[in-house]
């Protein structure tokens, strides 16, 4: 973080700072990159690389999201996805600034994708960070020793669901 002070106008300035670039009061740095703060974001994360995992949010309107049904086409519900970098340790799921995410539980899933299939057979495990503006960070982990089956179902049966989450009320 630098903060500077502008002696003309006596106001100060915080900016994060994100590898060589500087991002703005409503964006965070995610793999080095400045992004949308969002009203709402989900991101999961894995550490290994070269390999291709997905997140996949159930909405409260029963809507999903995920790489290739990036945004929904309800303007009650306008999550979307955000592809960060070249994608190849961190996926994300957000809901812009200017929006108002559905009040309710998200499902929270994710899709081992190519993560499993090289040589290493190891178990990988997914952080998922869960951000709203003026909130504390929350943090859900998830391990996976094989690879799920299914690509786009985000439901509490699937193989590939980590935990459900509550906006409450903003």
């Known amino acids: 973080m630098s903060i ?3 002696t003309n106008r006596n106001v100060y300035d915080a900016v994060l700072l994100c590898e060589s670039s500087k991002c703005t009061r409503n964006e965070i740095c995610i793999e080095d990159m400045c992004v949308d703060r969002g009203s709402l974001r989900f991101v999961a994360r894995w550490s290994r690389q070269n390999r291709q995992g997905y997140l996949i ?4 309107l029963n809507h999903t999201i995920f790489y ?5 086409n309800s303007s009650a519900d306008e999550g979307r996805h955000e ?6 340790r961190v996926d994300s799921i957000y809901w812009p600034l200017n929006t108002i995410p ?11 994708g190519s993560l499993l299939n090289g040589t290493d057979k190891s178990p990988i495990t997914v952080t998922i ?4 503006p003026q909130q504390e960070l929350e943090i859900m982990t998830h391990s996976f020793n094989r690879s799920t089956a299914h690509l786009n179902e985000c439901i ?3 193989d590939t669901f980590i935990g ?3 906006t409450g009320t903003f």
């Not at 290739?68 to 929904?72: K, L, V």
């Not at 592809?83 to 190849?88: K, L, Q, R, T």
């Not at 559905?102 to 081992?112: A, D, Q, R």
């Open 164 to 166: 459900s989450y509550s």
């Open 102 to 112: 559905p009040k309710g539980f998200y499902k929270i899933c994710f899709s081992t």
């Open 129 to 132: 960070e869960i951000r709203r």
């Open 4 to 6: 500077t002070f502008d």
């Open 68 to 72: 290739d049904n990036s945004h929904t």
């Open 83 to 88: 592809v960060i970098g070249d994608a190849s």
């Open 156 to 158: 509490d049966t699937s």
């Open 57 to 60: 949010i159930r909405t409260p």
